[in-house]
């Protein structure tokens, strides 16, 4: 039990997309059958524990993807809900697309096409390069190599970027907790080799019919090939050759999502509270102006543009990983 309670630590249970794509389980507050809205696929979903009867503490559920159906089971158990959007996700919906050149066609312009092709035609006639997508076998050996140079690179993009990234302090859970889903095919690492040395991982989370992208990073010295772009063209390529309907690149807008993705949606936030307690109601209340600020500030590019929480505790925030070894913690 001790070991279950550590390896959800560093993620409240109550954001639900984590707790979807890490964990295949979903808060008591909700239907087992959730529906793909997209496709009109359907995923059915373990209780993530047994409900527990309201208190006058709200519970917040973060991080719902609006592409989900997911249904609100009614009755006195769950109290009341207030619902607030909160910032955006990008995704590559591939439902209307035959194959890789047509969803290129349809999304990139002729320059960037032509751009990503000779920048992938000069990463390879410049260097042996391989791709592995690992997908329900690896061996443990292999798998520790590579998330330990996972770490270095991802902990090298992030100081050249002076951001800091909550991940790193938490690879020791990612790496007890990958291998075996990827055995189970829950999840997978795609890996770019020069040779025999990885130069661009992601850490995918699978679920039915789609793929969400999770973490992503290159080595640095390849940054000249715009390793991001050939990393998604050969994501493309995967997911048209195993029947995948959408790529989920997640929260947050940037110019690479926005030049890769064709379709935008909203994370919404539910506050599930007791109406019949006072304080349960101011709480509240408080908690839906705090979040309902927030995003104006996001709609007002305050937040997540003029001002970057990751960029500004970069200094400050750093100091946890100068002397952290993964491995050891």
Same mark, same amino acid.
């Given at each position: 039990?001790?070991?279950?309670? $550590?390896?959800?630590?560093?993620?409240? $249970?109550?954001?639900?997309?984590?707790?979807?794509?890490?964990?295949?389980?979903?808060?008591?507050?909700?239907?087992?059958?959730? /529906?793909?809205?997209?496709?009109? +696929?359907?995923?059915?979903?373990?209780?993530?524990?047994?409900?527990?009867?309201?208190?006058?503490?709200?519970?917040?559920?973060?991080?719902?993807?609006?592409?989900? &159906?997911?249904?609100? /089971?009614?009755?006195?158990?769950?109290?009341?809900?207030?619902?607030?959007? #909160?910032?955006?996700?990008?995704? *590559?919906?591939?439902?209307?697309?035959a194959d890789t050149n047509d969803y290129l066609l349809n999304q990139l312009s002729k320059r +960037?096409?032509?751009?990503?092709? $000779?920048?992938?035609?000069?990463?390879?006639?410049?260097?042996? /390069?391989?791709?592995?997508?690992?997908?329900?076998?690896?061996?443990?050996?292999?798998?520790?190599?590579?998330?330990?140079?996972?770490?270095?690179?991802? &902990?090298?993009?992030?100081?050249?970027?002076?951001?800091?990234?909550?991940?790193?302090?938490?690879?020791?859970?990612?790496?007890?907790?990958?291998?075996?889903?990827?055995?189970?095919? =829950?999840?997978?690492?795609?890996?770019?080799?020069? #040779?025999?040395?990885?130069?661009?991982?992601?850490? +995918?989370?699978?679920?039915?019919?789609?793929?969400?992208?999770?973490?992503?990073?290159?080595?640095?010295?390849?940054?000249?090939?715009? *390793?991001?772009?050939?990393? *998604?063209?050969?994501?493309?390529?995967?997911?048209?050759?195993?029947?995948?309907?959408?790529? &989920?690149?997640?929260?947050?807008?940037?110019?690479?999502? /926005?030049?890769?993705?064709?379709?935008?949606?909203?994370?919404?936030?539910?506050?599930?509270?007791?109406? =019949?307690?006072?304080?349960?109601?101011? $709480?509240?209340?408080?908690?839906?102006?705090?979040?309902?600020?927030?995003?104006?500030?996001?709609?007002?590019?305050?937040?997540?543009?003029?001002? #970057?929480?990751?960029?500004?505790?970069?200094?400050?925030?750093?100091?946890?990983?100068?002397?952290?070894?993964? =491995?050891?913690?």
């Amino acid at each position: 039990m001790n070991k279950i309670k $550590s390896l959800i630590k560093p993620y409240s $249970s109550n954001a639900l997309v984590f707790e979807l794509f890490l964990q295949n389980r979903i808060h008591p507050f909700y239907a087992t059958q959730i /529906i793909n809205i997209l496709t009109n +696929n359907k995923l059915n979903i373990d209780h993530s524990e047994t409900i527990k009867t309201m208190v006058n503490k709200p519970t917040v559920i973060a991080d719902i993807p609006d592409y989900l &159906d997911v249904e609100i /089971i009614a009755g006195t158990d769950t109290g009341k809900v207030k619902k607030i959007r #909160q910032y955006k996700g990008f995704l *590559m919906d591939l439902t209307n697309s035959a194959d890789t050149n047509d969803y290129l066609l349809n999304q990139l312009s002729k320059r +960037n096409r032509k751009n990503l092709f $000779s920048k992938l035609r000069k990463l390879e006639n410049d260097h042996q /390069i391989t791709y592995k997508m690992y997908f329900g076998d690896i061996s443990k050996e292999h798998y520790d190599f590579l998330f330990d140079v996972f770490y270095k690179l991802f &902990d090298r993009r992030f100081k050249e970027k002076k951001i800091y990234n909550k991940n790193l302090i938490n690879w020791k859970y990612y790496h007890e907790l990958i291998y075996p889903m990827i055995l189970d095919k =829950k999840a997978s690492l795609y890996v770019i080799y020069d #040779q025999d040395k990885p130069i661009d991982i992601t850490l +995918n989370f699978h679920l039915g019919d789609i793929v969400f992208s999770f973490m992503h990073t290159y080595d640095i010295d390849y940054a000249n090939f715009n *390793m991001g772009d050939i990393s *998604m063209l050969k994501h493309l390529d995967w997911c048209f050759e195993n029947q995948i309907a959408i790529y &989920d690149l997640s929260i947050g807008e940037t110019g690479q999502k /926005i030049k890769w993705c064709n379709y935008s949606y909203d994370f919404k936030y539910h506050i599930f509270y007791n109406p =019949k307690s006072v304080s349960s109601r101011l $709480s509240t209340q408080i908690i839906y102006l705090k979040l309902k600020l927030k995003q104006f500030l996001r709609d007002k590019n305050i937040i997540g543009k003029l001002f #970057q929480y990751d960029k500004f505790f970069y200094k400050r925030r750093i100091k946890k990983l100068q002397n952290y070894d993964w =491995k050891e913690s």
